[in-house]
């Protein structure tokens, strides 16, 4: 069974800015987005709460690290974490979203509203596995 649901699509505008808010101060963040508005995604089937795969030609991509993380408060005053994960090649791979309680996410709030937390220093070139 499939953990995507729907068929690749772009990222919404909040998508986007929720992506780039939590990657601007992680090194190598432009080779990693590229152009955001240009990318495709799939909706994960996590019961509403938004989680995004990154759409690839490469059929067996794998969890490789994470490389950005942080929090807001859904409108229902709900904790929400996020993070930026890449696969093993060092490719963005998901938007994950969770909301602590596991209801579905109301909205994406304004960036001013999220809270991005330092993930090491290394940045995004460090964080592949070795080749």
């Not at 994950?96 to 330092?118: C, E, M, N, Q, Y």
Request: aromatic fraction near 6%.
């Amino acid at each position: 069974m499939s953990r995507l649901a729907g068929p690749p699509r772009q990222l919404t505008a909040p998508e986007r800015d929720l992506l780039l808010h939590l990657l601007q101060n992680t090194a190598g963040a432009s080779r990693l987005v590229g152009e955001p508005s240009g990318r495709l995604v799939q909706e994960m089937q996590d019961g509403g709460m938004r989680s995004l795969q990154f759409h690839s030609n490469r059929p067996e991509r794998r969890f490789g690290s994470i490389v950005a993380e942080g929090n807001f408060h859904d409108s229902d005053g709900t904790l929400v974490s996020v993070a930026v994960i890449i696969d093993t090649e060092g490719q963005i791979y998901e938007l994950d979203i969770w909301k602590v309680d596991f209801s579905a996410l109301i909205g994406i709030p304004a960036t001013a509203k999220i809270r991005v937390r330092p993930f090491g220093s290394t940045g995004i070139a460090d964080s592949r596995s070795p080749g």
